[in-house]
DNA sequence: CTAGGGTTAG
């Protein structure tokens, strides 16, 4: 009785398998009709034992039969159909086709090995590849971006002449896309006599890799004008090869071009025009297409996600995050990245703490780009202690964990220890770039390291071969300029190469205000209002400096040009998250629900801040910490470039803003 | 029996 369990549950509760197991057939064909009747690896073992046993049984076509349905379907096992195929005499080119392409599409690490060796077996027997096998062999070349194995292979169909097959050639070509060597794709996309729409998609995609996004287009349009209608492949190509180049017009004609020509509009192709929509800057026809989609997946979400991000949308961002929650739509690592720099980008510690815990429950390891953007988020959230943990914790650390500690330790106020995590990342050998740089620079700038900050900018140049951009002249203008060597600032500012933007200007402006160097600032609102008429920026900063010389009159004089110009001082916002919700304040602005608690608060601390009679400096600052005093709160506050944190009357920034 | 697709950090 025990036994008899033992063989039924090793085999599965196919009754008729059973009955073979105890009568085997006697004809080949009830052989090959109860392969197509299995139901599990088991129900094949026991087949393979039949066949074994029986000799008149083993002939190709039983071999092949079986080990077609042994590789290729999902209840089989690929490494026993190999196994099987080892003890086949002279496999036809069938067979070798079959097993070759099991390997092909399956996603096993040893996959281009193993079909190498099938290959160069069936070379050396005389069995000549056909038209069938050379693309499963590039297949897999293209999977491993295995290049030089790709060129023997291509030399192969050269020398026999399959290379005219238009199989043949698309695989080749889609080889050489992948390893972005658009040459070779263009070259054998013209000399080929027989084109047809996977050939010019495959063109297409080569220039898209290849971050020639307009000659991608070009090439498009020059299909659809000439040859062949694209269908949703092509569109999803053409489509994100817009997006890099952020060309709303265009991504509207190829959005019309599809519902012209009835391009089914599948989960990819809505995915790839959400993501269109959203990198060429319109939000809102993103949203109705991602709304209109009919069948939608986590890449849906995770683009939207993402895009809204990348618009600085961040509060669209987590409201999208929520809905695909209460969707009971799962997130993977994208969702959570992008989940994550909205919280970075608003301050939203308790969100990005949940995501923190979300990864621990379902063990995603804090590595790569999941480690990074928490490392990021709790920097810009203020929490250096949390973001150094996370840092220390991960297995392997690169130039973007290194940069997000440089710059949040330059946010947080602490210069020389992003200086160290600089050091120690030159030591390790993670080789810095332009946004470290950003970080280094803006460190020195805070902690007032200008010999350091000089000496790095020079570096950067010469030492580690960055070229400096605007953002680094910007740095460095800022490190003089709040040193108090405004002299300097405007020489260097001077001497630069390129042509010194606004913030440089703005950069300068707010070194005079800090120094009191009135006339200078003069002439440097003079510049800024001739580079941006309409920005408020500068007016604002000019009554300011006005106002603390004194000169009530000229400040009034400012504020009355900027009513003349109408132009209109933009009110500043300001959030806070609480329970996980992000509030949003601007002035005189009385949307929030608990308007009328809000402003009775604040009325009962501008009351007390008048009693003490110290009105002069009235600066959110300033006001920030006699609340901290007052009320005995630490507060952490982030301004667009830094961090704050206040405790009893004082601020970590050293009033350094 | 064969080829082509979207999202990701500073």
Known sequence: ???????????????????????????????????????????????????????????????????????????????????????????????????????????????????????????????????????????????????????????????????????????????????????????????????????????????????????????????VETEFRADGKTMVIVLSACSKL??????????????????????????????????????????KVFKEMPIKNVVSWNSLIAGLTHQGKFKEALNVFRRMQSEGVKPDNVTLVGVLNSCANLGALELGEWVHSYIGGNRIKPDGFIGNALVDMYAKCGRIDQASEVFKNMKRRDVFSYTSMIVGLAMNGQGEKALEFFSEMCVVGIKPNGVTFIGVLSACSHAGLVQEGKQLFKEMSSLYKIEPQMEHYGCLVDLLGRAGLIAEAIEFVRTMPIEPDTFIWGSLLGSCKTHGELELAETIMKKLVEIEPDKDGAYVVMSNIYSSANRQKDAIEIRKTMKERKIKKIPGCSVIELDGIVHEFRKGDKSHLRTKEIYSMLDEVMNGRNAIKNRKESSCHCVTKFISRVYEREIIVRDRNRFHHFKGGSCSCNDFW
């Not at 897999?140 to 169909?157: P, S």
């Not at 004609?253 to 599809?258: A, V």
């Not at 959203?278 to 993103?286: P, R, T």
Request: net charge positive.
């Open 246 to 287: 952020k060309d709303l017009n265009l991504g509207r004609k190829l959005h019309r071009y599809m519902s012209d020509n009835k391009v089914n509009l599948d989960v990819f192709v809505g995915n790839a025009l959400v993501d269109m929509y959203l990198k060429c800057g319109d939000v809102d026809f993103a949203c």
């Open 1 to 223: 009785m025990r036994e008899r369990e033992k063989i039924r549950s090793s085999c599965s509760s196919n009754s008729m398998i059973m009955q073979k197991l105890y009568t085997p057939p006697q004809q080949l064909s009830s052989v090959l009709r109860s392969l197509e009747s299995c139901k599990s690896m088991e129900d094949l073992k026991q087949i393979h034992s039949i066949v074994l046993k029986t000799k008149h049984f083993q002939t190709h076509l039983v071999w092949t039969k079986f080990i077609s349905f042994c590789a290729l379907s999902p209840l089989g096992n690929l490494h026993y159909a190999a196994l099987v195929f080892d003890k086949v005499d002279n496999p036809s080119v069938n067979l070798y086709n079959v097993i070759i392409r099991a390997f092909a599409s399956s996603k096993e690490k040893t996959s281009l090995e193993n079909i190498l060796y099938f290959y160069c077996e069936m070379l050396e027997s005389g069995v000549i590849p056909d038209n069938f096998t050379i693309p499963f062999v590039l297949k897999a070349c293209t999977k491993e971006k295995a290049l030089r194995e790709g060129e023997i292979v291509h030399c192969y169909a050269v020398k026999t002449g399959i290379l005219s097959d238009v199989y043949v050639k698309n695989t080749l070509m889609r080889l050489y896309a992948v390893c972005g060597l658009y040459h070779a794709v263009k070259k054998l996309f013209t000399g080929s006599a027989q084109r047809d729409l996977v050939s010019w998609t495959t063109l297409i995609q080569a220039y898209a890799n290849t971050d020639l996004p307009e000659e991608a287009v070009r090439a498009f349009l020059e299909m």
